[in-house]
């Protein structure tokens, strides 16, 4: 029996698998497809953008530099300050100039290789994580689908067709249309459709006729991207477009052409897709020993590019606290904290997603909205907080403290000596950065589950000690003097199980 089976090798359930195989556990990775990759899942189809925190995950486990080669993409040397973004998006089409991102207002930034977002694609992020989660002895069955999954107090059993496959623990990572969801009785709640959203890979008679970048129109929006035929279309159809089949030529371009207003012709269609603004949530992660995360869990509008990065948070927040359990090194309801940290923060990128949707819709009073939202947009504060939303820096868990610092992603705090927190983190463990050295004492009766270090930091912002979970974020700040005891606390209260006593 494995300690833990994933269904889905997309993104999520492959950056969960490497979690695991990191600390340890034994992972058999189920994928209903033969092969990996598609022309859906490679560049242009497959381009995706991560968010300056997800590429800080790939670059706290020591896999930035696989994936920004597998992207293409430059090495990203450490820069001497934290450096401006060079992009902040778009909130619905309307697109974000990054100069006026206010970096004074960003909390506790310090320079990195990881303050900036990554285009890439699905086949990139996919083909890097499977390398690495194979490295690390997790098993990845392809051409799997699973049909059933059952529980009991002790063990879950995937199966497909005939085959069984028991584990201690089953996460479904198998997409919006998740089988595991449906099985294991998950509760799906959220909006209905207002809209239809097209992607395909055209030949245009005349591409001249269409805009370059986002152009929103009275009848929803398009979008040319920088490969040629790349067309991404939205019409406000209130959802009611039959996407059992992939759409036709004659059906894209007569949408094209209402939404555009202009008389585009389409000689030929080499791949097209539909999607919705659908926004749905699990209530919760968890059904006893069935646990959900990505697209699974959630699923929303590809507008403002979030999915992505919201299923790598699940991934990296569920990782560490599944492999503790499995180990029986847990703390009594650490698992539980995982869709109590988890399912707000994919509430508000449903709500992100559904705000686009409601400032771009046809009628008067969405046109009267996006002009106000247009105004607030231009300002710095505007594209500031925009900024703070889709980048991940305004994540920050509520752990009971009042101190900023504590339930927010590490700043990058480099030692004296050259060693990076991210340097530090690259096996998994927890992380006691001590920069005057009076917790050592403390520190020593757990240094099975913590990875402790002492040392004067370049720059410490004013913190004398900070506890960093194994996802990153700060568990415990103390002041120029820390407090022994409070650190003692917060270290029994993530690594410490009563029943390991
Ligand atoms: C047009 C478009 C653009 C997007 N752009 C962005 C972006 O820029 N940034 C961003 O963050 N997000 C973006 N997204 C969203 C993002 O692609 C998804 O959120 C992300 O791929 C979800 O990853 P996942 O691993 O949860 O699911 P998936 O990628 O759907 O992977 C699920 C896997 O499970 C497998 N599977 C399914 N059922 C079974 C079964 N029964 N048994 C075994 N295996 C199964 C599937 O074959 C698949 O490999 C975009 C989405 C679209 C449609």
Redesign the pocket.
């Known amino acids: 029996m494995h300690d833990v089976v994933i ?9 969960l698998a490497c979690e695991l195989g990191l600390a340890g556990r034994s992972v058999l990775v ?4 033969t092969e990996p990759g598609s022309p859906w ?1 490679s560049f242009p ?7 300056a925190g ?1 590429v800080e995950a790939f670059h706290r486990r020591g896999l930035l530099s696989p994936l920004l080669a597998a992207s293409g993409a430059p090495e990203r040397p450490v820069p001497d300050q934290p450096a401006p973004p060079r992009s902040a998006g778009h909130f619905a089409g309307t697109p974000l100039d990054p100069a006026d991102v206010d970096l004074a207002r960003l909390p506790h930034r310090l320079p990195s290789p990881a303050v900036d977002g990554l ?1 890439t694609s ?1 086949e990139a992020v ?1 083909s890097v994580l499977a390398e690495r989660a194979v490295k690390l002895g997790v098993e990845i069955r392809r051409g ?4 059933d999954v059952t529980q009991d107090g002790s063990a879950v059993v ?1 199966r ?1 067709g005939e085959q069984e496959y028991p584990a201690k623990w089953l996460v479904g ?8 969801r449906r099985l294991a009785g998950f509760d799906f709640d959220g909006t209905e459709p207002r809209l239809t ?1 097209y ?1 395909a890979l055209v030949t245009l008679a005349d591409p001249g006729l269409l805009r370059p970048g986002f152009t929103p129109t009275p009848q929803g929006m398009y979008v040319t991207m920088s490969e040629p035929g790349h067309l ?1 279309v939205l019409d406000f159809d209130g959802g009611t477009y039959d996407r059992t089949r992939p759409p036709t030529l004659e059906h894209l371009q007569s949408v094209l052409r209402r939404v555009s207003g202009t008389d585009a012709t389409l000689t030929e269609v080499q791949f097209a ?1 539909s ?1 919705t603004d659908r926004a749905k949530q699990v209530t919760t992660y968890r059904r006893g020993r069935v646990l959900l ?5 959630h ?1 929303h509008s ?1 507008l ?9 948070g ?1 991934a990296l927040n569920l990782g560490w606290k599944l492999a503790a359990t499995v180990a029986g090194t847990a703390p009594a309801g650490l698992l539980d904290t995982y869709s109590a940290e988890r399912h707000p923060v994919g509430e508000r990128v449903l709500d992100w997603s559904r705000a686009q949707v409601a400032a771009m819709g046809p009628d008067p009073h969405a046109r009267a909205v996006k002009s106000v939202l247009t105004d607030l947009l231009a300002t710095r504060d505007g594209t500031t907080y925009v900024f703070e939303r889709t980048s991940g820096t305004s994540l920050r868990y509520d752990l009971g403290s009042e101190e900023p610092l504590i339930g927010h992603n590490a700043p990058e705090f480099v030692l004296t000596d050259g060693t990076s927190l991210a340097d530090l983190l690259q096996d998994g463990h927890g992380v006691a950065l001590d920069f005057g050295g009076g917790l050592r004492e403390v520190a020593q009766r757990y240094d099975d589950r913590i990875r402790y270090v002492a040392g004067p930091a370049r720059d410490d912002l004013g913190f004398g000690a900070v506890l960093v979970r194994p996802d990153g974020i700060v568990a415990w700040a103390g002041g120029r003097e820390p407090d022994r005891g409070a650190f003692e606390e917060a270290v029994r209260r993530w690594f410490f199980s009563v029943e390991a006593e």
């Open positions: 269904v889905g090798a997309g993104p999520v359930g492959l950056f189920l994928e209903r497809e899942r189809l497959g381009m995706r953008g991560l968010s997800s285009m699905l996919e799997v689908a699973v049909t995937a497909a990572c198998d997409g919006g249309r998740s089988t595991v959203g992607l991404g897709s999607f995360a990505g697209d699974a869990a699923i590809p403002g590019g979030q999915g992505l990065n919201l299923g790598l699940d």
